[in-house]
Each structure stands twice: as structure tokens, then as C-alpha cells.
């Protein structure tokens, strides 16, 4: 007899029901649902002897989502840059999970290893990054740091006749990693987790975080022709500011440095004519590093890396065994190009979203949200109690409130007051950060549902909200 009843069919159109429940969701429905964390389970029930049934825990666990989850994929969620889902990706992502393609290996999955050889192909002439390069789709940005910042580590330990990924880095000096105020913490930790070190982070900033070209030309100088990496920013996500690739690569080129560029979301820069300056030169980096699950909408996890040198990554990432396949670059094996070795289908999601809407539809999107940012950045001006505190060249506006009658010395604590209201009020979500030494909350534009009513609401939401807590006190 089978261990579990074979009731998935029945299943699907259960979950099917609730997910038009979360599809259809009114407008108007809070973001953070009141019972965000007070109607969950406690966190210490025991494992159940018996089970009850499938019908009964998807039941429980769709009632629980409606009830509780944060609609982060929806119109009105701004924190950090967190994306939606497009259409055709949710319904290739819910294919993902019931074909299970272990995408590890081309034998296992000859549909899953191709499907992702044409996405990194359509990503690449999308981001205008040249066709020979290599790529591999990974977890996120973070991953993709790590792809690209590994390959760097094996070009640096090449360039000192060692292979570091046989042999290790002990004994050889620290890798100088060089950088502007903009580097992201993702960067940092895949430094820390490749060995290479957090600390190895040489930075040249000035005070707004921008690179200091000078500082940085004299480091390399000061390297006496010694090998270094540098890892830039192509959109920080304070306000969405960009390193001069160009510039950065120029140096790359002069001091034979490794250029690695962390594009998570401001790669999609390259999509609209309006925007591509910002990311000029992104075609001359060794590396570069995006996220499918931020401007792309496809659903979490995903992102990608693409390395110029594609005859670095099978050493680096090679998972060798007497029964497993090796490095195959005809038909790909992308667990031995890669982090994991065995994964998810995730190209199923990118290739059905990029079929299903195309170059033109990514590019209707990213403007969108540029004329929304704009929008925004329009209406924080209009209004004498709020201050915008940085250019808006992407789609990331920062601002406070700070209106005339509040001494400086009090605008951080009142604008921290007004981010955690805006949390618990939960018509519309986003957070704060400090920018330049100010509290300042920083709503990141990037759900393809997002319209000028949602982005008209932070504005309402912050002024009402500012008031309240005038009259109660921070
Ligand atoms: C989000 C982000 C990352 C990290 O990406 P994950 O998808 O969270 O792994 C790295 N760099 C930048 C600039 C980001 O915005």
C-alpha cells in the first residue's frame, strides 16, 4: 500500500481556490494584515503522530497565508526592493515545482539545462552584456556576488600561479578588494564567505558614498602592478545611485584589475533609453551580478551571474563524483557552474515571463516605474513638511518628513516614529535607513501592478501619520 493517499489532483483546485483569494485580493486590503504576527501558530507544537490528512494542512496553511502572510507581491509594498510576480512566472513557477526538475545536471533535466541556456541568453542581449560570455542562475544577488567574486579569487590566484580552489589562499598575501560607499553588505559577506575576507574592503568613497576616482587610482597605483578586484555598484539602494562603470572600467583596464559589477536591480537600467547611460560600460566588467526576483517579477528565489572568462567557473564549482557528469559546456551541467549542485527549475520562470511580455514589455514596465519615481519625487517637492534627500535617477526615492517648525536634532527620532507607524498602519509598506547620517525612508519602485493611486498613498499615508505622531509624541 502507498504510504500517503494520491490526492494532488483534488489539491490543486483546493489551492487554486485560494490563490484567486490572494489574486484578487480588493485594492484597499492592508498590506501587513492586522494578525501579521499574532495569528501564527506557536512556535514550539509538536510533530504530529498521526498526520491530518493534506486536505486539512494545505487548508490550514492557505487560511493561515490569507490571514496573516505580507502581501509583499502586491502594488503597495516598497521595502527594501522587493518584486512581485508576473502573470506567466507564477503559473511556469507552479509547472516548476510539479515537473521537480532537478536542473543540477543536463542528464536529469535536458528541458530544465536548456530552458535556462536560452533565459541567460535573453538576459544577456536584454541587459546588452555580449553573448559569449558565461552565465548561471542562481538564489538571488547575493549568490550572484558570490559567482562572480569567486571567479575573481581564481583569476587573482591564478595571477600569483596558484590555483586557489585546489590549494586554498593560505600563504599568499590578502586580496585588496576596492570600492565606493555603495558597496552592498551582499558583496561584503561573499568576500567573508570566499575566504577573501569582509575586511578586505579598501574603500574610496566621498561623503555622499560616491566613489572617490583619485583615491582609488592612487591605491592601484600604489599596488606596484599587483593584482585587485574591483567590485562596483550599478544601483545602491539607499536612492538608487550608480558607480561610473565606464571610469571604474577604464581603471580596471589601465591596472589590470578585475571588475566585478553588482547590478541587482539597476541593471534594468539598460532597458529604457532614458536610463541606459547609468549602466554604460557594464559590457567591459569581468563579472556582473542581477536578481530575477526584484525588477524582473519573476517569483523568489532568483538571480543570475555572468562571468566574461566561461572556463572559470567549471573549477571553481565542479562537483565531481564517479557517478556524476562533468563540465559540459554544450550541454551544461549547472551544478558544476554554480553555487548549488542540485536546484530548481528556476529558468522556467524567466523564460515564460521574458516569452510572454519581451524586450518591449520590460521596457513599458522599467518606465513606468521611472515616471512613477519621478511622480513621487513631484509630489515630496509639492509638499513644504517633506524633503527629498538625493537625486532620483532610477527608482528609488528617499526622503524625510521635516517640516519647519522641528529642530534637526530631533528629525531622526520623529522619522523613525513615523517608518514604525508606517509598518503597523500597513495601508502601505516600506521602511527607513539612514542616508548621510539622516533617517530617511527610502520606497523602492518595482512590482509590475504598481500604479500613481498606490504611490499617491505614501505620500497620504506619511502626512497623516506625521500627525499623529506630533500629537502623541514619538
Ligand atoms: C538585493 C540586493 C542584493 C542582494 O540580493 P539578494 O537577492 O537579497 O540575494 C545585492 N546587491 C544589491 C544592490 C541589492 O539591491
Given at each position: 500500500?502507498?504510504?500517503?493517499?494520491?490526492?494532488?489532483?483534488?489539491?490543486?483546485?483546493?489551492?487554486?481556490?485560494?490563490?484567486?483569494?490572494?489574486?484578487?485580493?480588493?485594492?484597499?486590503?492592508?498590506?501587513?494584515?492586522?494578525?501579521?504576527?499574532?495569528?501564527?501558530?506557536?512556535?514550539?507544537?509538536?510533530?504530529?503522530?498521526?498526520?491530518?490528512?493534506?486536505?486539512?494542512?494545505?487548508?490550514?496553511?492557505s487560511?493561515?497565508?490569507?490571514?496573516?502572510a505580507?502581501?509583499?507581491a502586491?502594488?503597495?509594498?516598497?521595502?527594501?526592493?522587493?518584486?512581485?510576480?508576473?502573470?506567466?512566472?507564477?503559473?511556469?513557477?507552479?509547472?516548476?515545482?510539479?515537473?521537480?526538475?532537478?536542473?543540477g545536471?543536463?542528464?536529469?533535466?535536458?528541458?530544465?539545462?536548456?530552458t535556462?541556456?536560452?533565459?541567460?541568453?535573453?538576459?544577456?542581449?536584454?541587459?546588452?552584456?555580449?553573448?559569449?560570455?558565461?552565465?548561471?542562475?542562481?538564489?538571488?544577488?547575493?549568490?550572484?556576488?558570490?559567482?562572480?567574486?569567486?571567479s575573481?579569487?581564481?583569476?587573482?590566484?591564478?595571477?600569483?600561479?596558484?590555483?586557489?580552489?585546489?590549494?586554498?589562499?593560505?600563504?599568499?598575501?590578502?586580496?585588496?578588494?576596492?570600492?565606493?560607499?555603495?558597496?552592498?553588505?551582499?558583496?561584503?559577506k561573499?568576500?567573508?564567505?570566499?575566504?577573501?575576507?569582509?575586511?578586505?574592503v579598501?574603500?574610496?568613497?566621498?561623503?555622499?558614498?560616491?566613489?572617490?576616482?583619485?583615491?582609488?587610482?592612487?591605491?592601484?597605483?600604489?599596488?606596484?602592478?599587483?593584482?585587485?578586484?574591483?567590485?562596483?555598484?550599478?544601483?545602491?539602494?539607499?536612492?538608487?545611485?550608480?558607480?561610473?562603470?565606464?571610469?571604474?572600467?577604464?581603471?580596471?583596464?589601465?591596472?589590470?584589475?578585475?571588475?566585478?559589477?553588482?547590478?541587482?536591480?539597476g541593471?534594468?537600467?539598460?532597458?529604457?533609453?532614458?536610463?541606459?547611460?547609468?549602466?554604460?560600460?557594464?559590457?567591459?566588467?569581468?563579472?556582473?551580478?542581477?536578481?530575477?526576483?526584484?525588477?524582473?517579477?519573476?517569483?523568489?528565489?532568483?538571480?543570475?551571474?555572468?562571468?566574461?572568462?566561461?572556463?572559470?567557473?567549471?573549477?571553481?564549482?565542479?562537483?565531481?563524483?564517479?557517478?556524476?557528469?562533468?563540465?559540459?559546456?554544450?550541454?551544461?551541467?549547472?551544478?558544476?557552474?554554480?553555487?548549488?549542485?542540485?536546484?530548481?527549475?528556476?529558468?522556467?520562470?524567466?523564460?515564460?515571463?521574458?516569452?510572454?511580455?519581451?524586450?518591449?514589455?520590460?521596457?513599458?514596465?522599467?518606465?513606468?516605474?521611472?515616471?512613477?519615481?519621478?511622480?513621487?519625487?513631484?509630489?515630496?517637492?509639492?509638499?513644504?513638511?517633506?524633503?527629498?534627500?538625493?537625486?532620483?535617477?532610477?527608482?528609488?526615492?528617499c526622503?524625510?518628513?521635516?517640516?519647519?517648525?522641528?529642530a534637526?536634532?530631533?528629525?531622526?527620532?520623529?522619522?523613525?516614529?513615523?517608518?514604525?507607524?508606517?509598518?503597523?498602519?500597513?495601508?502601505?509598506?516600506?521602511?527607513?535607513?539612514?542616508?548621510?547620517?539622516?533617517?530617511?525612508f527610502?520606497?523602492?519602485?518595482?512590482?509590475?501592478?504598481?500604479?500613481?493611486?498606490?504611490?499617491?498613498?505614501?505620500?497620504?499615508v506619511?502626512?497623516?501619520?506625521?500627525?499623529?505622531v506630533?500629537?502623541?509624541?514619538?
Open positions: 500500500m502507498q504510504p500517503f493517499p494520491d490526492d494532488s489532483v483534488e489539491l490543486l483546485e483546493l489551492v487554486s481556490r485560494y490563490q484567486q483569494k490572494l489574486l484578487t485580493a480588493p485594492p484597499d486590503q492592508l498590506v501587513r494584515p492586522e494578525a501579521t504576527e499574532s495569528g501564527l501558530p506557536p512556535g514550539d507544537l509538536a510533530l504530529p503522530e498521526d498526520g491530518i490528512g493534506a486536505d486539512s494542512a494545505v487548508t490550514e496553511l487560511e493561515r497565508l490569507l490571514d496573516t505580507i502581501r509583499s502586491g502594488p503597495r509594498f516598497f521595502h527594501f526592493v522587493i518584486g512581485g510576480v508576473t502573470p506567466a512566472a507564477l503559473a511556469a513557477d507552479m509547472l516548476t515545482s510539479t515537473a521537480d526538475q532537478n536542473t545536471m543536463w542528464v536529469s533535466s535536458p528541458i530544465g539545462a536548456h535556462e541556456v536560452l533565459a541567460l541568453r535573453w538576459l544577456r542581449e536584454l541587459f546588452g552584456l555580449p553573448v559569449e560570455w558565461a552565465g548561471v542562475i542562481t538564489s538571488g544577488a547575493t549568490m550572484a556576488n558570490f559567482v562572480g567574486l569567486a575573481a579569487r581564481r583569476w587573482w590566484g591564478a595571477e600569483h600561479g596558484v590555483d586557489v580552489d585546489v590549494e586554498g589562499l593560505s600563504g599568499l598575501p590578502r586580496i585588496p578588494v576596492l570600492a565606493s560607499g555603495h558597496l552592498h553588505s551582499s558583496a561584503v561573499s568576500l567573508g564567505m570566499l575566504g577573501i575576507g569582509r575586511s578586505s579598501r574603500f574610496h568613497r566621498n561623503d555622499d558614498g560616491s566613489v572617490d576616482l583619485a583615491g582609488m587610482r592612487a591605491d592601484l597605483a600604489s599596488l606596484g602592478g599587483a593584482p585587485a578586484i574591483i567590485s562596483a555598484s550599478a544601483g545602491e539602494v539607499n536612492a538608487g545611485a550608480f558607480d561610473p562603470i565606464e571610469e571604474l572600467a577604464d581603471l580596471a583596464e589601465e591596472f589590470g584589475a578585475w571588475l566585478h559589477v553588482d547590478g541587482a536591480f541593471l534594468f537600467a539598460a532597458l529604457s533609453e532614458r536610463t541606459r547611460h547609468l549602466v554604460a560600460g557594464v559590457e567591459r566588467a569581468n563579472s556582473v551580478g542581477s536578481d530575477g526576483h526584484k525588477w524582473l517579477n519573476v517569483p523568489y528565489d532568483c538571480g543570475f551571474a555572468f562571468v566574461r572568462h566561461p572556463e572559470l567557473l567549471g573549477p571553481i564549482f565542479s562537483n565531481t563524483a564517479a557517478y556524476l557528469p562533468g563540465v559540459d559546456l554544450e550541454r551544461p551541467n549547472y551544478g558544476n557552474l554554480g553555487p548549488e549542485s542540485s536546484r530548481r527549475a528556476r529558468a522556467f520562470a524567466v523564460w515564460a515571463t521574458l516569452a510572454a511580455y519581451g524586450r518591449s514589455g520590460y521596457r513599458r514596465m522599467v518606465e513606468r516605474h521611472l515616471d512613477l519615481a519621478q511622480h513621487l519625487a513631484e509630489r515630496v517637492r509639492a509638499e513644504p513638511s517633506l524633503e527629498l534627500l538625493a537625486d532620483v535617477p532610477l527608482n528609488i526615492v526622503f524625510r518628513y521635516h517640516p519647519d517648525d522641528v534637526e536634532a530631533e528629525l531622526d527620532a520623529l522619522n523613525t516614529a513615523i517608518a514604525a507607524e508606517v509598518i503597523t498602519d500597513g495601508r502601505v509598506h516600506f521602511g527607513s535607513t539612514t542616508y548621510r547620517g539622516m533617517v530617511a527610502r520606497p523602492a519602485i518595482v512590482n509590475w501592478r504598481t500604479g500613481t493611486a498606490d504611490i499617491d498613498l505614501i505620500v497620504q506619511v502626512l497623516e501619520l506625521a500627525q499623529r506630533r500629537e502623541v509624541g514619538p
